[in-house]
């Protein structure tokens, strides 16, 4: 071994170092900004790091490479941070698969050959599905119906059933799954961040569901009180309320371009197969239906609130580049 | 988008204190529900858009079906609650009027959710007229957390059974599901008997076609003497009766709940026989 593991400031117990997978991603340089001050950071993505902070290890490789036992032969990881779960709508469907589904398998199965006590996945709250008879508060134990309507999200209900099997199959192991609600920010890019980043959005004519939004920020310090010593368990996290979709936009300065439910899927579709639009039509039931979920056990069970109010969360869409 | 411009919101909002009476601009004040800094409650009530919207149902309650309500003080004034009443009149106006006349003509006024079926909120503009006005999809567990922060729920055991029976059946009380009293017994809360006597008048169902409702999925194509869903202007009297506490557990047999749920029945049967015997003239 070369490199020697470095010296890790503790603080009330944080584990060092952790390791966080999907760190070149926007979401994960601003958990990297965040976490690097109190804890030894290593990264892993199959990107390069780019701006991220200098004192942060990055190993460039796909978490399905044997390769990557490399970093936890190196590091002693403590703690894993998995982050590495990829959303593209774009990408195609066995690829997508085979790098989440197997990717974590073996993230995960790394874990435990190599003593980590304590794992972090980040799943969503969308697990749970935007649907019509959905209750107004989902609690963890409300079934994961979002592959229903669309498939797509099969991979990622898979994934967060799989890290619960994994919680429960391993007990020596603290592990923490966060279902975070709909993240915004100024530097992630996501459905719902590109949505909410259109002047004029398209709605669904006489639909205003009630919608949650965090900040970014707020979810890396979830993520962070997640490595907490003694917390196990699946998680909603909540940002600062629900607030009507219609308030957001206005909120936002968006003039929305109502379209009858009945035209509005067909049209999505057409524009989503020309690559006029990156928003597949499934993607209309989160502005139509209800996926409001309670958030009451994380506060709770880890004294989590959020740092962002509302409509500074709402309006933290605006801080970020053009579309 | 249900949403009201703010001119004609003015202009609603106006109507329904003139139709209201004096005193019904201090009484509304009394209302005080969460309302976070967009105007709306974690379920999305709304209780300004409510007093708005409300305009042309107090239209009907008032000058329309005339309601006369009785014993509205005996739906207790906070804490959780479950309003138990028949159901009639082949459309809804029967829970229409009876949040009218709660949040009008009760001091302190209470905001009180009815429950509405899986498929309200796939209806444009009704889902989020509904989401503003309290209204809330009938789950379990809407029903528990709502009783628990201490909220009024308004129930029609008999369901559709009572909305859609035949003009013949008027009056007859459908057996009553034993849903709400497993609720009520688990969140601990009275329920407050309420009849209707009036709506079966509204819309006098003289045929059920069953083979075209089955062609077009309605529960029942009742044909009245109006066009739906245009009702005949029955005089409606609302009465509520004493609440009633029940000791118990949800998990009960239910030969157990099933004697609880027919006192009810009985409560409700009582207050529709004192509305039909008071009553002077159905329509004039």
């Known amino acids: ?323 | 988008m249900a949403g009201l411009t703010d001119a004609l919101r003015e202009r609603l909002r106006a109507w329904t204190l003139e139709l209201g009476g004096p005193g019904t601009r201090t009484r509304l004040e009394k209302l005080t529900p969460p309302r976070n800094e967009y105007g709306v409650d974690p379920y999305g009530l709304d209780v300004e858009y409510v007093v708005a919207a409300i305009a042309p149902l107090l239209w009907l309650y008032k000058r329309y079906f005339r309601v006369q309500l009785h014993g509205a003080d005996r739906v207790p004034n906070d804490g959780g609650v479950l309003i138990v009443s028949n159901h009639s009149g082949q459309l809804p106006f029967d829970a229409a009027m009876i949040e009218v006349g709660l949040l009008i003509e009760k001091d302190p006024p209470r905001v009180v959710r009815a429950l509405v079926e899986r498929w309200v909120p796939t209806l444009p503009f009704v889902s989020t007229f509904m989401a503003r006005c309290g209204q809330i999809v009938g789950t379990p567990e809407n029903c528990r957390r709502l009783l628990a922060a201490g909220e009024s729920l308004l129930v029609f055991p008999e369901g559709v059974r009572g909305l859609n029976k035949p003009f013949r059946e008027r009056y007859r009380l459908q057996t009553f599901g034993l849903g709400f009293m497993r609720l009520a017994l688990e969140a601990g809360v009275p329920v407050v008997p309420c009849a209707v006597v009036g709506a079966e008048e509204q819309a006098p169902a003289l045929l059920d076609l069953k083979p075209l409702a089955r062609l077009f999925g309605f529960p029942a194509f009742p044909i009245t003497p109006t066009i739906l869903p245009l009702p005949l202007p029955a005089r409606y009297h609302i009465r509520f009766g004493e609440p009633m506490r029940f000791a118990g557990s949800a998990d009960d047999e239910d030969a157990e709940l099933e004697r609880k749920v027919r006192e009810v029945e009985g409560a409700v049967r009582a207050l529709i026989e004192r509305g039909l015997s008071e009553r002077r003239s159905i329509y004039l």
């Open chain 1, 1 to 323: 071994m070369s490199d020697a593991p470095r010296e890790a400031p503790t603080s009330g117990g944080m584990p060092a170092p952790v390791l966080v997978t999907g760190i070149a991603g926007n979401l994960g340089r601003a958990l990297a900004k965040l976490l690097h001050g109190e804890t030894a950071v290593v990264g892993v993505d199959r990107r390069p790091f780019a701006r991220g902070p200098k004192d942060i290890p990055h190993h460039q490789v796909d978490i399905r490479k044997a390769k990557v036992e490399e970093v936890f032969r190196q590091h002693r990881i403590a703690a894993l941070i998995h982050l590495g779960i990829m959303h593209d709508p774009r990408m195609p469907r066995s690829e997508a698969h085979s790098f989440n589904v197997i990717g974590t398998h073996k993230i995960l199965e790394l874990c435990v050959r190599h003593g980590v006590k304590k794992v972090v996945v980040l799943s969503s709250a969308n697990v749970y599905g935007p649907r019509p008879d959905n209750s107004n508060f989902l609690p963890e134990e409300a079934p994961l119906m979002a592959a229903e309507r669309f498939s797509e999200m099969r991979d990622l209900i898979e994934l967060d059933m799989y890290a619960q099997s994994f919680m429960w199959k391993h007990p020596e192991i603290e592990t923490v799954i966060l279902r975070p609600v709909n993240i915004v920010g100024p530097t992630v890019r996501n459905a719902p961040s590109n949505f909410l980043r259109l002047a004029r959005p398209l709605t669904v004519l006489g639909f205003d569901p009630m919608v949650q939004l965090i900040h970014e920020e707020d979810v890396c310090r979830a993520l962070v009180l997640a490595l907490r010593t003694g917390l196990r368990g699946v998680f909603n996290v909540t940002g600062p309320g629900e607030v009507p979709l219609s308030s957001i936009l206005r909120e936002l300065g968006r003039r929305p371009v109502p379209v009858p439910h009945m035209l509005v899927r067909p049209l999505v579709r057409r524009a989503f197969e020309a690559r006029l639009t990156s928003f597949p039509p499934e993607e209309l039931d989160h502005i139509q239906y209800l996926c409001v979920v309670d958030g009451s056990r994380f506060a709770r069970e880890a004294g989590w609130s959020p740092a962002h109010g509302l409509r500074e969360t709402i309006r933290s869409v605006l801080g970020s580049p053009a579309v």
